[in-house]
């Protein structure tokens, strides 16, 4: 169990790791082309450390053209070709095409209901407040992540199983996943 007043144990000593758990993990996120970016990036961490992706993310919304779906949705093969060879990024030929396609489903849903009110649908529009007191005992998906697993991929998301989804869920702050003896517990929680 970790100790009160200690950081989550996955965070490490990188400071860059360190500043994102302390500032962005978990923290909810209203804002429907961010909510997008986090899960287009957690669909890139698939396989990886998301360090990894952390320490590329500054070159993936230079690639991405800040993760803008509008632009993105009218990329073809020109630009997967050229993110292909961009070594600053994760070069896997899936995924980047995925990204594209996602922009196209995501356009939709924003057309449809909005994204932050559809992805935030899935909680109730308010965060859920769990008390894990260590990482041993979190879930690597939920009953909730694989719904939104699947509706996600029945409007024609790719890269975002249950696994990622609970991921993005930790990361935008659908769930606080802070162990209660973090610091980043409370605070989060007072942000709902």
Request: overall charge positive; charged content about 25%.
């Amino acid at each position: 169990m970790e100790k009160d007043g200690e950081r989550c144990g996955w965070v490490g000593a990188d400071p860059l790791y360190i500043a994102y758990h302390d500032h962005e993990w978990g923290v909810p996120e209203r804002d429907g082309r961010a909510l997008w970016e986090a899960l287009m990036l957690e669909g890139f961490q698939a396989g990886l450390s998301w360090i990894t992706i952390l320490r590329k993310r500054e070159r993936f919304r230079a690639a991405f053209q800040g993760f803008d779906p509008e632009v993105i949705a009218g990329w073809g093969t020109a630009e997967v070709a050229r993110l292909v060879g961009d070594a600053g990024i994760v070069r896997h030929r899936g995924k980047i095409e995925a990204v594209i396609g996602n922009a196209r489903a995501w356009r939709a849903v924003e057309a449809e209901q909005g994204f932050a009110r559809y992805i935030w649908g899935f909680v109730g529009g308010c965060p859920l407040r769990n008390r894990w007191e260590s990482l041993a005992v979190v879930p690597a998906q939920t009953d909730l992540s694989v719904a939104m697993s699947k509706d996600l991929k029945r409007r024609g998301f790719k890269f975002c199983g249950p696994t990622t989804t609970y991921a993005f869920m930790q990361a935008a702050g659908l769930v606080n996943d802070h162990l209660v003896g973090c610091p980043c517990h409370a605070r989060v929680a007072r942000l709902g």
